[in-house]
């Protein structure tokens, strides 16, 4: 069983910053595609950035250029630095691992969540 730990939410204006952080457990944190998720009030949760093991990362149109994803295998934490913040980016936060198990084969995990909220 992997634990999986956000931390960082919180209200913020629009225009300012806020800094996500996800601790995940387990010895092989670096073979895990780690990726940040929101879900908005009366909204499907949506990809926001992943990052995989090898450092590759994806984001969503809506935050490329604004948001960035990072990994620090040392710590078995991932981050999402959240930049130029807009109304639209209030929702709850959500960290997943993806864990590898055999060839072919992994586990996703996912924390509580961590409220977002831009607002004036």
């Known amino acids: 069983q992997v634990q999986v730990v956000e931390s960082g939410g919180g209200l913020v204006q629009p225009g300012g910053s806020l800094r996500l952080s996800c601790a995940a457990s387990?010895?092989?944190?670096?073979?895990?595609?780690m990726g940040w998720y929101r879900q908005a009030p009366g909204k499907q949760r949506e990809s926001v950035a992943t990052?995989?093991?090898?450092?590759?990362?994806n984001y969503a149109d809506s935050v490329k250029g604004r948001f960035t994803i990072s990994r620090d295998n040392a710590k078995n934490t991932v981050y999402l630095q959240m930049n130029s913040l807009k109304p639209d980016d209030t929702a709850v936060y959500y960290c997943?691992?993806?864990?590898?198990?055999?060839?072919?084969?992994?586990?996703?995990?996912w924390g509580q969540g961590t409220q977002v909220t831009v607002s004036s």
């Open positions: 997943n691992a993806v864990v590898p198990v055999v060839p072919g084969l992994s586990t996703s995990y």
């Open positions: 387990g010895s092989i944190f670096s073979r895990y595609t």
């Open positions: 990052i995989t093991s090898g450092g590759s990362t």
